[in-house]
């Protein structure tokens, strides 16, 4: 059985960047950053009130002072007046500060006659006044390279005045559920059939890493039927199989994708859960088997499947696992030869003190239930002696 740790540099080491193209900005959320996105403009281009006011100077802004209003510049609508000592101009929120002015003087604390305002209260330099470039300038970088598009993302390079933004292509990964007993949720299941979570839960990880992943139709434990899956596969970017990829009579994902020129890196590795995974190429398509216990293909999938879909998307990969550091909230016992994944609930501390990691007393890895209230995996190294609550540790935090 290969080291954890070794599978996945080999996996890394065989993915390359599948290439770029431009989207609109409106077609940019999800998407990941090809290049670093500088401002085009300055936010806001020119001071502007946060307010709706009258526009003064501060040497003025007494309570009971009186002000010749000498104009209004609606926002979009700048005046080319200059405020002088003894005026105002009338102004919105967004109305850019005419010359002269360095305050503004909410309408709320001011009350206007005709053409002449009185302040109901003093006020200061500066106040509800957005300066130029408050936000960023011309030239700032705003988003680095490698970046996940989020909605604040996209705001951010429409005020910076991109229209289209260079992106990664969404790798194509395809997702192939194999066996005689698996069913589409929803399906009418006989009394023995298993829904499939394991590829719902694993394309619902790639969208949210910016893949397009692709639910290929469910394969049965044969070889005609999993050759027919394969066969529409070599367009893909990657290809993610769950089940058969064990020792049993029906274990067929493997010989079946070897018979369709697989060449073999490795199959199974000193993990818990996921011992089963195997790992290949198939022409250009690297081919990821995982185990069929859904917990299993999903740990797999968080372990080696997403590291592998940012380098497909141009992402800097750390070399090891990013793990933090957290106390065992229980005694845990010895562990044998596998790097153990244990589902483990979290508890918070106070004064920056590590959480509390206590696993589930179940760890089964078709259990789905535990899984989703985990917040955790405990990752225990392959021989480690029986621990003590309140000893240091490692963890990996769930999506
Ligand atoms: N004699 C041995 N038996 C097993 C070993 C072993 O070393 N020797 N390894 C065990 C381990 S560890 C795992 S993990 C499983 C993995 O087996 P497979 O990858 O061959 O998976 P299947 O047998 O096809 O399925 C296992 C289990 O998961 C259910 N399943 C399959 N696909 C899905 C899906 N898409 N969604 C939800 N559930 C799924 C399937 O019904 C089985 O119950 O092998 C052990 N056996
Ligand atoms: O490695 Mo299996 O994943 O124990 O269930």
Known sequence: ????????????????????????????????????????????????????????????????????????????????????????????????????????????????????????????????????????????????????????????????????????????????????????????????????????MIIALLQSLGAEAILLPLAQDNADSLSAAIAQTHTLDMLVTIGGASVGTYDRVRSTLEAHGLTLDFWKIAMRPGKPLMFGQLGHTPVLGLPGNPVAALVCSLIFVAPALRKLLGQTVPEEMETEPALLGADVGENDQRLDFMRCRLTPQSNGHPPLVTPFSSQDSAQLNIFAQSQALLLRAPFAPAEKAGTPCRILRLP
């Not at 670093?36 to 003064?56: Q, T």
């Not at 007046?81 to 604390?109: H, K, W, Y």
């Not at 700032?140 to 951010?156: E, K, N, S, V």
Request: proline letters at 6%; a neutral charge.
């Open 1 to 200: 059985m290969l080291d954890v740790a070794i599978a996945r540099a080999r996996i890394l080491e065989k993915i390359s960047p599948c290439g770029l193209e431009t989207v609109s900005l409106a077609n940019g959320c999800g998407r990941v950053l090809a290049s670093p996105l500088s401002a085009r403009l300055s936010n806001p281009p020119v001071s502007v009130s946060s307010m709706d006011g009258y526009a003064l100077k501060a040497e003025d802004a007494r309570e009971g002072a009186v002000l010749r209003i000498i104009g209004e510049a609606p926002a979009g609508h700048p005046s080319s007046q200059t405020v002088e000592r003894g005026t105002c101009l009338r102004l919105f929120t967004g109305s850019q500060i005419p010359a002269g002015a360095d305050m503004v003087m909410i309408q709320e604390n001011v009350r206007r006659e005709g053409e002449s305002a009185t302040l109901l209260s003093a006020g200061r330099q500066g106040q509800f006044i957005r300066h130029a470039g408050q936000d960023f300038h011309t030239g700032d970088t705003l988003l680095p390279a490698g970046r996940l598009l989020g909605p604040r993302d996209i705001g951010l390079a429409a005020a910076g005045g991109h229209i289209w933004l260079p992106v990664s292509r969404r790798p194509r990964i395809g997702v192939l559920a194999t066996g005689d007993e698996i069913v589409l949720p929803g399906d009418p299941a006989s009394a023995d059939s298993i829904v499939n979570s394991g590829a719902f």
